[in-house]
């Protein structure tokens, strides 16, 4: 009975992490963009009410630049490259020691799971660093002579 019991629980909990967890966190986001959308239409409705000569497509994209990420291609590159090494460093950490059974205490394959884990996100965002640095080479550097042609 009580071995029945258990394995509903881990289904439950599997089922709440892996279904509904993501299914909430994409539901939000959407949630999120629709009400930004909403409240740019509702300014838009009232700017053109107000002031009936204005050129909706200045306005908007004046409203789309100043909602823009603050944040360079560049240096969203350069974070992932930050996290990748840090990810596959930590694993490395975790993993080496398990793999020569220099840890005595706990189970070793725990610390297989993890560091090996950790290993492959790093590996991940590394890999996602270098695709993207090939394929918006084009955009950094049109992002850097937009920079230089502002200063």
């Known amino acids: 009975m009580e071995e029945s019991l258990e394995i509903i629980m881990v289904m439950?909990?599997?089922?709440?992490?892996?279904?509904?967890?993501?299914?909430?966190?994409?539901?939000?986001?959407?949630?999120?963009?629709?009400?930004?959308?909403?409240?740019k239409t509702e300014m838009m409705m009232s700017l053109l009410e107000?002031?009936?000569?204005?050129?909706?497509?200045?306005?908007?994209?004046?409203?789309?630049?100043s909602s823009k990420s603050n944040k360079s291609i560049k240096?969203?590159?350069?974070g992932n490259l930050f996290?990748?090494?840090?990810?596959?460093?930590?694993?490395?950490?975790?993993?080496?020691?398990h793999l020569c059974?220099?840890?005595?205490?706990?189970n070793r394959e725990n610390g297989i799971y993890c560091g090996g884990i950790m290993v492959a996100m790093g590996a991940a965002f590394l890999i996602y660093?270098?695709?993207?640095k090939k394929q918006l080479r084009n955009e950094?550097?049109?992002?850097?002579?937009?920079?230089?042609e502002q200063q």
């Open 12 to 39: 439950i909990i599997v089922l709440g992490v892996c279904v509904a967890l993501p299914v909430l966190i994409v539901w939000l986001t959407n949630k999120r963009k629709q009400h930004e959308m909403d409240k």
């Open 140 to 148: 950094i550097e049109a992002e850097e002579r937009e920079l230089n």
């Open 50 to 65: 107000k002031h009936p000569d204005l050129d909706p497509a200045e306005v908007m994209r004046k409203l789309n630049v």
């Open 101 to 106: 059974g220099m840890v005595f205490f706990g």
């Open 129 to 132: 660093y270098l695709v993207s």
């Open 83 to 97: 996290s990748g090494s840090l990810m596959t460093l930590m694993g490395l950490v975790i993993l080496i020691p």
């Open 75 to 78: 240096e969203k590159l350069l």
